[in-house]
């Protein structure tokens, strides 16, 4: 075992409040979830309807647009006949007629005549012309002209079931593509609106909803509190009394004495324990912070803890560097330390290692306990740090369920964090991360 150099503490001590509360911060991730599942769930439907508005809406501004240029091109079929009659002269100028402009041309898709076209006096869509002539079906196609969109309607010219020309006629879809785009905003702010206006209502009714259950919580702390407070005076005359009889009374009530005074000191722990996580889950877990060692503190603390490990036949490895400084509450990280170092020991079989060390990592020091022992079942280490979770039970190591969860809040009281995962080669490991002074 490595033995750090030794340094002076300063003694400069002051209480520190841990404020965290657990219970509150579940039950505020509960409150964001169900809200969150709320406005998602609203998200959803208003896109499903904003959808089916959106083209439901595209559908009835289009209907116009194709009617009025259907309408044209249907009213103007006889032209393309009489003008290809005439042997092509000079194109028709007619006048545009509620924005629909038209153009007549042959078989040979030449432009007979029309009306002022946005495309001069070019076919606009000559492959639509050509396709309607060839399939003798009437066809809508859209084109893009200096920067706007139209649509337009080909509609082939039969004689005797011959194609003899093509009517094109085509608008402008600006205003429909605005009406469009005005319809786009509303729907967005309005849905804006609403998933803000429902995820308040819905936080504001599931805060209203969780307030039973936070107040009973708090009321389950203060009662372990008030319990664990008014037990230890009875607990403390049990405990005198049995030290009395183990002094004067006879073989047999010294022997029954004896017994008393192990229940009574397993009892008082139990207290101990439960006013601990009583305090840290109100906010009130009071740390007495000071300058020290935390390889030094290791190594103080291994040493209590070898002799026990010792008659179990349990080997206890250390690699710890010469001095970490960190600060902290001295009483509070030796609790950690043996919390962790006494499940080592009871896991680890006779023969086995437990391999303690410390590094550090940029800011923090990372101490990890290692065993040797079956490791943890994974169904057992999400809740391996819940209180009186009982995986001990499987592994047949009796415990109060208690311990884990006092180490991780004193590892959160100092700023830091306790994890547990299972070794690629077999044995849990339990890693301390702290902030470094």
Known sequence: MMNPTRTARVATRQPVRHARDPDAIQLRLVGLRLAALMVALLSVLLLVLGAVAYVRTQDALLQPIRQA?????????????????????????????????????????????????????????????????DARVAIFSTRIHAGQQYMLYSKPVLHNGRAVGAVQTGMSEQQYRESLQALLQILLIVGGIGLVASGGITGLVVSRALLPIRQALRRQRDFVADAAHELRTPLTIMRSTAEVGLANGTEDEQQRAEQSLVQSNHLTHLVDDLSLLARADSGVLDL????????RLTVETISGVEILAEEQGVRVEVDLPDELRMLGDAGRLRQLLLILLDNAVKYTPEGGDIEVSVERRRSRAQLRVHDSG????????????????????ARGVAGSGLGLAIGRRIAEAHGGHLSAMNAPDGGAIFTISLPLA
């Open 374 to 393: 079956p490791g943890i079942d994974a169904h057992d280490l999400p809740n391996l740090f819940d209180r009186f979770y009982q995986a001990d039970r």
């Open 288 to 295: 007495e912070r000071s300058p020290l060692d935390l390889s």
């Open 69 to 133: 240029i259907q309408i044209r091109a249907n009213g103007e079929l006889r032209h393309v006949f009489d003008l290809s009659k005439e042997g092509g002269h000079e194109p028709l100028t007619e006048q545009e007629a509620a924005g629909v402009f038209i153009t007549f041309v042959n078989r040979r898709m030449v432009v007979l005549g029309g009306s002022p076209s946005p495309f001069g006096n070019a076919t606009p869509d000559r492959r639509a012309a050509e396709a309607a002539q």
